[in-house]
């Protein structure tokens, strides 16, 4: 899947509805990662409960949306009636100052979306992540069926990597 998402134009982040305030984070997220504030000392403990309730989500969990951000070109983030671009949300998260149990999560998400190394890997044919680099990273993400998380993460994985294993389903 990651050869389909590398040459869509834009990738679409459906995030759900607006259900737990999803789209007032993403508009907080929006407001940090749009204008030029040079200390997080504004966000609010309301902004950063309803972002980290945000980042709580299923789709951030999810083993398959690591192709479909990292080696995206453009990215598009929706939450109920509210859009933000990919580059606007990372600007946010990481602007934002998080508790320790949420840096994680949003320093891995913003990592991803802002596409280093992917890109470069997508783009040079050489480079990237080792699969062992990748697995320490995104270990927790939830894949249906087990060998799922590894196919996923092989398409990031450094091209040399990625030849050297075969995608076979056939095998439990």
């Known amino acids: ?9 834009q990738v679409i982040v459906w995030l759900g509805g607006s259900q737990d305030c999803g789209d ?7 407001h940090f990662g749009e204008d030029d504030h040079s200390l997080a000392d504004y966000w609010s403990e309301e902004d950063i409960s309803l972002c980290s309730k945000l980042l709580d989500r299923e789709w951030f969990r999810r083993v398959w949306v690591l192709q479909e951000v990292g080696v995206a070109r453009s990215i598009s983030i929706i939450c109920g009636p509210s859009q933000i671009s990919g580059h606007s949300f990372c600007q946010g ?4 100052r998080f508790p320790p149990d949420c840096q994680t999560m949003a320093g891995a998400v ?7 190394p992917f890109r470069q890997r997508n783009t040079m044919r050489s480079g990237g992540l080792s699969l062992a680099e ?3 990273l995104y270990c927790k ?4 069926q087990k060998h799922n998380k590894i196919y ?3 398409g990031l994985a450094s091209e040399e990597e990625a030849s050297q294993i075969q995608v076979d389903y056939e095998v439990d």
């Open 1 to 9: 899947m990651g050869p389909i998402y590398a040459q869509a134009s």
């Open 24 to 30: 007032k984070a993403l508009e907080s997220i929006r």
């Open 93 to 96: 998260l990481l602007r934002m």
């Open 110 to 116: 913003a990592h991803l979306m802002k596409g280093a």
């Open 134 to 136: 990748l697995i320490g």
């Open 141 to 144: 993400n939830k894949a249906t």
């Open 152 to 154: 996923a993460l092989l």
